[in-house]
């Protein structure tokens, strides 16, 4: 069975501080996709990454993929208040169903 | 993207009742999805349900319990039936676009209280 397991899984950051989550996941796939969730709300799509070395950025979060390691990371630039709400990642296990990572619940504290 | 509904929002049940959620979308899409997220948990793939097929269960969950139907390209239903407090979790749909991103997009979700 494939496992996705990200870490840490509650991060409190201070405002302006950089920090970084892992996502590892246990078999191989060339397609990775991370997404926000807001408290109440529905998921937000952020990052598409489809192939070795990937990476994507946008504003304050950068996002990157080794398919060799199985791994895939979040990096937070200077966190503001509005980055706070839980952020998973999700495999897609090769038949265009996605497996999801534990998520990880980030508090940015002013 | 996509631009996708679900009904009800939110319901409370009685046990042993059963609860039909709608998932519309404002496209045409092959592949729609049914998530389950417990409070305070990730999400877990209940079934893939495709246009003129029978829906594709995961394993732990059976057509009896979530029976699933996907009548056209834009529109599905699931049903939560005989239920039970242990049911009470959000109900996502899901609809992937497209290739090559493969991307899903998910709507706003079903919260689900059974006493």
């Known amino acids: 069975e494939l496992k996705v397991e990200q870490n840490p899984l509650f991060l409190s950051m201070q405002e302006g501080k950089n920090y970084t989550i892992y996502c590892n996941y246990s078999t191989t796939s060339d397609r990775l996709y991370w997404y926000r969730q807001d408290p109440g709300k529905s998921l937000e799509s952020l990052f598409v990454l489809l192939s070795n070395g990937a990476v994507k950025q946008e504003g304050r979060l950068m996002a990157s993929l080794d398919t060799k390691a199985r791994l895939s990371t979040l990096h937070i630039t200077a966190a503001v208040h509005d980055l706070s709400a839980t952020y998973f990642c999700?495999?897609?296990?090769?038949?265009?169903?996605?497996?999801f990572g534990t998520g990880t619940s980030l508090t940015v504290i002013p | 993207s996509a631009v996708i509904s679900q009904k009800p929002s939110r319901d409370i049940c009685q046990r042993g009742t059963s609860l039909t959620i709608q998932c519309q979308v404002d496209?045409?899409?092959?592949?729609m999805f049914w998530y389950r997220q417990q409070p305070g948990q990730s999400l877990t793939l209940i079934a893939t349900a495709n246009q003129g097929s029978e829906a594709t269960y995961e394993s732990g969950f059976v057509i009896d319990k979530f029976p699933i139907s996907r009548p056209n390209l834009t529109f599905s239903t699931l049903t939560v039936s005989n239920m039970s407090p242990e049911d009470s979790s959000i109900y996502l749909c899901s609809v992937e676009l497209a290739s090559p991103l493969n991307e899903q997009f998910f709507g706003p979700g079903t919260r689900l209280t059974v006493l």
């Open positions: 999700a495999v897609d296990r090769g038949d265009d169903q996605f497996y």
């Open positions: 496209s045409q899409v092959t592949m």
